[in-house]
């Protein structure tokens, strides 16, 4: 029996399990997983450091030996409002021999200093005015980006926009270059978009089969053979990158496709459907190896986000398996694995309302709002049509009550709507500014 047809039999059987386990898990107990999808690792200074910000937390970890060691594990500080923010994304780079840690929370980039892995020191902050919500921030080629789903912004080193391009229509997460400097990949349900810096304009469509409406897709550029990888729910493919041309294809377990991985030079290229993580050779696209991930470190695993390391000891494959971030060696065995914070399995403890002082009121008065059904302390959002008025974090009952102004610029009949970001729970009402 053949490796390929005994993953297929091996995964299959075990999905069952996870079906399962899954159940089991979801009912017992108040707190659940909050899953690891994505993140970023590297190598400083010889020792394997990765970090996510999956759980709303900025987690930062160091390998030693068989073991992990947790660095950082920290939220943003909202002394505005005495609470705290959840961290979207983070990025390593090392800058002139430093490890230096970028970060995004809502509408906010942080650049940290990290060099001696025991404190993060605060360098730069920058938070933009115009209520951009930063899903992603990376490197695309030489430059410092954030992504939105309202494109990509460019960054000097003050943290400060300095051009911004309309790659849109794919989901922000999928957007990477793997150190191109002039092409940009993305994903949407459709298939992969290729953007040209140069031109700023997509390229090249090329169709990928999703039915699982599910995110978190990424492709990869490999640079020097002038190709790109993609997996959908079907196959793991191989195209030319210039002509677009599909040069070979994989057929996998029908699951999910999540990642493409793997580094300038090498001879491999790694995907993960969720069940596991295939080892590609790139010249033949025939398996090398594969690890079926679904309980490798614990019930629960799934595997998506894929970093690969080149270290002394050879290749490490940082997988963001759910409930756990796993670490496998070159022949895809477990090194370690770190399992993924509970926190409360929160559930609004009443029904959505709103309460509003007048139905009206005249530009430049005050006005008092109350209302209540979200989840406790999660940040809301409050719009006068279509203009944000205040942000402010519910109560640990998941109410608030506030006083707004209502604003010179703004005129006729409006909609009250307040929205809690993290629930994604609404509720408006109708109000006339006169």
Known sequence: MNKKTLFKRIALASLLAIIVTSVIFVRSGETKAQPYYSGDAINYRGQLVFAT???????????????????????????????????????????????????????????????????????????????????QIDKLGNSLVTVSNKGIKVLDA????????????????????????????????????????????????????????????????????????????????????????????FRHLDAAGYDMESSSGNDYVYFSNGLGVVKLNKDTFKVADFAYTSMIAGPQGWAMGLKLVSTDNGDVLVVFNGSNIVLLDKKLDKIVSVKAIEVPDQKPQENLYLNVSSNSAIIGSQLSLSGGGFLSSENLQILLGNTEIVSLPSDKNGRFDTMITIPETLKGKKDIKVTGLGSKRTYSVSFEVK
């Open 158 to 249: 003050n943290l400060e926009v300095i051009d911004a391009y309309n790659f849109t229509g794919v989901d922000s997460y999928s957007v990477t270059s793997n150190g191109d400097n002039n092409h940009v990949l993305g994903i949407s349900d459709s298939g992969l978009k290729v953007y040209e810096r140069a031109n700023r304009l997509i390229t090249k469509e090329i169709p990928l089969n999703f039915t699982s409406k599910e995110n978190n897709h990424k492709a990869y550029l490999d640079v020097t053979g002038n190709s790109i990888y993609a997996v959908d729910d079907y196959y793991a493919k191989k195209f030319d990158a210039t002509t677009g041309q599909l040069l070979a294809s």
């Open 53 to 135: 910000a999956n759980s709303g937390y900025l987690e930062i970890f160091k390998l030693n030996g068989t073991t992990v060691e947790t660095l950082v594990k920290q939220k943003v500080y909202n002394d505005r409002f005495n609470s705290y923010d959840d961290y979207s994304d983070v990025r390593l780079l090392v800058e002139n021999g430093n490890l230096y840690v970028y970060a995004t929370s809502e509408y906010t980039v942080f650049k940290y200093n990290f060099s001696e892995l025991n404190s993060l020191e605060l360098i730069k902050k920058a938070k933009n005015s115009y209520w951009e919500w930063y899903n």
